[in-house]
């Protein structure tokens, strides 16, 4: 999967903070978060693009998202089937 962030309205705190999260990313290993494999960096575009593990049910702000609009209070497992 491919993440695309725009960086160019980014203030220098945020890109100092999209960095030091990209560099973490890059170095955690657990069966419990998506694997990070790369990244570009399209410069003319002012876009950094992350290429991640594919994740079905979409990422963690969308499946809480999901579970707020179907009534769950708290995000379950029933939530997320």
Request: glycine residues 6%; contains cysteine; charged residues 25%.
């Amino acid at each position: 999967m491919r993440k695309e962030i725009h960086y160019l309205k980014m203030s220098e705190r945020e890109k100092q903070q999209l960095t030091q999260e990209v560099n973490i990313l890059a170095g955690l290993r657990h069966p419990n978060i998506v694997r990070y494999y790369s990244r570009e960096i399209a410069k003319e575009e002012g876009m950094v693009y992350l290429y991640m593990e594919y994740c079905h049910n979409g990422d963690l702000g969308s499946v809480i998202k999901h579970c707020r609009k179907t009534g769950y209070a708290h995000l379950s497992i029933d939530c997320l089937l």
